[in-house]
């Protein structure tokens, strides 16, 4: 599967690339909001005034790529989060109002596949539309239905993307499960280095437009593959699987891409794996935008970068092998449950 253009909204400022010249925010505390874009010339002012945050997301990140590849199939997103303010909002208005007459506006938006719809509605593409919704595995969920559709021979080209909100319900009770750190103590900058449980959270959306043809290609994704649960903390034999699968071994492996998020109680997968790539740049991303179901979504989006030959922030480079990337691969695990590695590489 082919990439061939994208566009990212993340708490950095990576949706007009100023992330890529340099401009790096810090970020302090254990939330890390987005910077949303100007959506004057994505989104009519009328749609924008009642549309959640996730859509707002999904819609703006996913527009100007419609735009620019009108002959879409269809429109795939993976989100665990989204619509789940509306959803509490549209909850509360029924006990607010004794189950009297409710406005439907926060009922419409208050599902997870909302974001597909209005890209559809918005874009008058009547393809296949689906959401994938299961949690730390819900954009490789949308990765792997892309992957059947151009297998079989049902799609050649489609949006591919990944949608979560900071909702303040599900922030409050994630804090209460222990997720997040000492908000006094945490930035950005030293986020990998406190040893100590709990991480930050963050939220954004990446949007791709994939094909199973590699004209005007900017990556290859070459596979993907989701696990979770596992019985025996067997990462580092698993990678190895799935590399010898696609034929490669650990020294084939140019760029390492990691899901450290300074949580003490699973970094230490991400170290014992690191181990077996000795030759490879470590690259890390959960400290320039903090950690939600679907931060592999950014990861893919900042390995494109690379891939491309763009100069990455040295904030997302965790440790420099100083050569030339032709092959990344992606390990991320949301809370030691749910696991998964991309593999991506130059277009030859």
């Not at 874009?37 to 009328?46: A, K, L, V």
């Not at 990462?235 to 010898?244: G, N």
Request: with cysteine; proline share 3%; glycine share 8%.
């Amino acid at each position: 599967m082919y990439i061939l253009a994208h566009t990212c909204i993340s708490p950095q400022s990576t949706f007009d690339n100023s992330f890529l010249d340099g401009n790096v925010i810090e970020h302090k505390g254990i939330k890390y909001d987005a910077i949303e874009p100007s959506y004057s010339e994505t989104i009519p002012r009328g749609l924008l005034r009642r549309m959640g945050k996730s859509v707002r997301f999904g819609v703006g990140a996913g527009m100007p790529l419609i735009k620019e590849h009108e002959n879409l199939d269809g429109i795939i997103v993976g989100t665990a989060t989204g619509g789940i303010d509306n959803c509490v909002t549209f909850l509360n208005q029924i006990i607010q109002y004794n189950e009297g007459t409710l406005t439907p506006t926060h009922f419409v938006q208050s599902t997870p596949n909302s974001i597909a719809g209005h890209l559809a509605l918005m874009s008058k593409n009547v393809g296949y539309n689906c959401t994938h919704n299961n949690d730390g595995l819900a954009f490789e969920g949308a990765l792997l239905d892309a992957f059947l559709l151009f297998e079989e021979n049902e799609a050649t080209q489609l949006l591919v993307g990944s949608v979560d909100e900071d909702s303040g319900y599900n922030f409050n009770i994630e804090n209460m499960a222990g997720y997040f750190k000492n908000e006094e103590e945490t930035t950005s900058t030293n986020l990998l280095n406190i040893d100590s449980t709990g991480s930050v959270k963050g939220e954004g959306a990446a949007m791709f437009v994939v094909s199973k043809n590699k004209k005007n290609a900017i990556a290859e994704l070459v596979d993907i593959h989701q696990f979770s649960f596992p019985q025996k903390n067997n990462i580092t034999e698993r990678a190895l699987e799935f590399l010898i699968k696609n034929n490669l071994s650990f020294s084939d492996i140019d760029g390492l891409m990691l899901g450290l998020n300074g949580d003490n109680r699973f970094d230490n997968i991400y170290h014992n794996l690191a181990s077996s790539f000795e030759d490879a740049t470590i690259y890390t991303f959960k400290n320039l935008v903090g950690d939600y179901p679907t931060a592999t979504g950014f990861a893919t989006w900042l390995s494109c970068q690379i891939l491309s030959g763009k100069t990455i922030p040295s904030q997302a480079i965790y440790k420099s092998a100083n050569k030339k990337v032709k092959t990344i691969l992606i390990y991320n695990n949301y809370y030691g449950r749910q696991h998964a590695f991309h593999l991506l590489r130059v277009v030859d």
